[in-house]
């Protein structure tokens, strides 16, 4: 077939045309005797197969985006937790578990390993100085984490505004700095906050591994100190900045905390100057029995404080007002109720290895 054949219309040709080769493919690419029917419909079936995979690709893809979102956020109605919260929760379960070890490893010698301070059960003998941290009406506002940071980083002197206070700097940021870093102030500041409606494993300090108790194979365990549900009685006075406010001594004075009667008998003791190493002058004081009496306390030592509690033989501590620390020299006096004849033992609870005695009542 000729080009004029080919062309839809005959154009006579003009002056000055210039003849030129078709543009066409090469017939090794224009021919079709390689595409039998077979290999058609192979094509076609390989171009079906292509869409269900892309189909499928894109059903995987939706249903892990979906799924992950639910394992992100949540399941409806409740059935899964989101995995950020429940990853707090992991964490905050951690920090107070170590903050326990921290605990008793720094402070328990001072407010007792329940935080009873004065009141745990072997405080005469152990000689327990600091103050209550486990009380409910403590930790509902007054030991916030902000309270218990600024006690940490500066020291007791925050709490009474005492600068001989026996309560050191703990925060390694502090002046001077002390010897718990940030992490463990935190642990620590989660341990003291932490509510009784969770238990906690007891953890080695350096395996971090449950200790298990031998009597009963399974892990030893604790719950917090902070009850969650209590609340102060409408109308109750908030607890005071200074903790020997709350006991009615305010710090210092004669016969804090006591009501002292001028009538009755007295026993004096006294620390002199480097008590913590000499102890009491005398350290055998004599009472008479069944009869209340007045204990005076002349501390005259200005390089430490000191305190006096009497123990009954059980190893309770004698009610006498408030027996806090004290740097001297001071004399305080306190209202000891009668007492049955017996050998009571008297010590300072910030030295109760060297500063011990004991007291007569016959």
Known sequence: MTDEQ?????????????????????PSVRSTAGLTPDRAAGIVRQSSSARIVGFLTVVFVSLFVVGYWFYELGAPLGLSEPRLEEEIEHQQVTAVERGYNVYQANCARCHGPNGLGPEEPDAAQVGYIGPILNSQEKLFTHLSEAYLRNVLEVGGRYVCGNPNSAMPVWADTGNPPGPLNYRQIDELIAFLRATSDVTYEIRDPELNEPIIDPATGEPRTFTGWRDPNWRPEPGATPYPACWTDALGGGGG??????????????????????????GFEPTELTAPADTAFTLVFENDDATAPHNVVVSDPGGSPVPM???????????????????????YPFICQAHPTTMTGTLTVE
């Open 253 to 278: 004075g004669e016969s804090p905390g006591a009501s002292v009667d001028p009538n009755a008998p007295t026993v004096t003791v006294t620390a002199p100057t480097g008590a913590a190493t000499t």
């Open 321 to 343: 007002g408030d027996t806090s620390l004290f740097t001297g020299p001071e004399t305080r006096s306190y209202a000891v109720p009668a007492l049955a004849a017996g050998a």
């Open 6 to 26: 080919r062309l839809p219309a005959h154009r006579p040709e003009q002056p000055g045309d210039v003849s030129a080769e078709r543009f066409t493919a090469p």
